[in-house]
């Protein structure tokens, strides 16, 4: 078999640059190690930058977005027991966040693939990179037993942060860097109206809390936890008693609990991989980097890299030329680490962590204090939080 770009993963990386070289005119095909279900049974990412929102839309996918989507101008920091509205609308001219789980975005891509008759190869076992440093790249892998190789011009790794993609290439060849955080975050999905109009980002002595949503029936409620902790430990009970511990009383008085429906514990670490181009191999999503939920960038950040990397393909079969391709790391690298920053500087001002002494916590204060009385403050992380542009 033979295309232009092999794609590896069906997570938002890999369906959205799908759709994008579609649009392009660049055929490519998808590689998925599990079935369908299980790839859209994971309970991700749940806020969308404008920037996000602008692709699906470029590549036809965003009409549910914007029927059952929820747009947000704000969020609310909570600490020493009130809570502060950060106007982020007003704060950055006019935008906004729009709230949708990355479980539906998945959706909507993978369906609008479909709809193209675009082939996804799922359960494809055994996925093996080759020859990527030259101009003739092969991907092989077994369906149904039966081994399969691609012959192509470029393969895009958008297999997460446990792909074969990034383990592929030689140790000397590529530089990590990474922060392991001392916690980790216990989610959980209820069928329960949300606590608030818009999301609570909690500091409390106790560990941080978020109150998110997804939709105005579905909730997302996160605790943060230790590393060693697992989900037996918390029953839905001892989950809400939590949570309420780290609101502040209206909060309290309005929280709905409910059963959950789904409940996971996830490790939080910062992670850059450099460079992100190998020859013919190019490296996009969590592939390449990961960083803590807690800026919500994640999602918004393989969307960007795909935007990088589609529009520098775009460029080589029709332009033929490299230049876009030659400068994808560089371009991509320049938003990821300042979405690195910006998530490893959230994570540092909301949590908890084992050294956070009398003194950290009044500088924590300190800083939340001046985040929500400082013009230039509140600016600041506003225009990083809707989104840095492309
Ligand atoms: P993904 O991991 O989503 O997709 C990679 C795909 O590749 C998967 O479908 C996988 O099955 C497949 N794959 C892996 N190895 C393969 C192989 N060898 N062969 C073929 N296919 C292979 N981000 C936020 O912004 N907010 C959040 O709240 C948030 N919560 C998160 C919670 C958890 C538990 C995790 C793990 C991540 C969370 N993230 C969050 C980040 C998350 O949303 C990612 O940024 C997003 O899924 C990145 O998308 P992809 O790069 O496509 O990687
Ligand atoms: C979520 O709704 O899952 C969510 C929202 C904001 C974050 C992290 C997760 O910063």
């Known amino acids: ?92 001219g006019g935008k906004t966040v ?68 990034r383990e592929s290439i030689k140790a000397e ?44 029936t579905r909730s997302r409620y996160y605790v943060q936890c230790t590393l060693d902790d697992h989900i037996d430990n918390w029953p839905d009970n001892k989950f809400w008693d939590e949570l309420k511990r780290r609101l502040d009383r209206e909060a309290v008085d309005r929280l709905v609990t409910g059963p959950s429906i789904e409940k996971s514990i996830a ?9 992100m181009r190998f020859g013919r191999l190019f490296l996009a999503g969590d592939a390449a980097h990961i960083v803590p939920p807690t800026g919500a960038k994640g999602l918004n950040l393989a969307t960007s890299d795909v935007h990088y990397l589609s529009t520098a393909l775009r460029e080589f079969y029709s332009e033929t030329s490299s230049a876009g391709i030659d400068d994808y790391s560089r371009r991509a690298l320049t938003r990821v680490w300042k979405a690195e920053r910006f998530s490893w500087w959230m994570t540092s001002i909301l949590h908890r962590f084992p050294d956070t002494d009398a003194f950290s916590a009044r500088i924590q204060n300190a800083e939340l204090d001046y985040l929500v009385s400082s013009k230039a403050a509140t600016t600041a992380l506003s225009e990083n939080y809707v989104g840095l542009p492309y």
Request: charged share 25%; proline share 3%.
């Open 173 to 216: 060849a590529i530089k990590i860097f990474e922060r392991v955080y001392p916690f980790g975050w216990l989610g959980i999905l209820s069928e329960t109206p949300p606590v608030s109009e818009e999301l609570i980002y909690a500091n409390h002595e106790r560990g941080f809390a978020l109150c998110s949503m997804r939709s105005h």
């Open 98 to 165: 729009t709230i949708y789980g990355q479980t539906e975005v998945t959706r909507d891509l993978m369906d609008a693939r479909d709809r193209a008759g675009l082939k996804i190869v799922y359960d494809a076992d055994n996925v093996s990179l080759h020859d990527f440093d030259s101009y003739k790249p092969r991907v092989r892998y077994v369906k149904d037993g039966v081994t399969h190789e691609i012959a192509c011009d470029f393969i895009s790794g958008c297999d997460g942060f446990h792909g074969v993609s």
């Open 267 to 275: 490790p939080l670490r910062s992670f850059v991989a450099e460079p």
């Open 1 to 92: 078999m033979r295309t232009q770009v092999a794609i590896i993963g069906a997570g938002p990386a890999g369906l959205l640059l799908g759709q994008l070289l579609h649009a392009y005119g660049i055929e490519n095909i998808i590689l998925e190690r599990k079935d369908r279900d299980y790839v859209l049974a994971r309970i991700r990412a749940g806020v969308l930058e404008q920037g996000t929102v602008g692709l699906l839309e470029e590549v036809g996918v965003a009409a549910r977005l914007h029927r059952e989507g929820l747009v947000h101008d704000g969020i609310e920091l909570a600490f020493g027991g009130a809570r502060h509205r950060i106007d982020m609308k007003q704060a950055t």
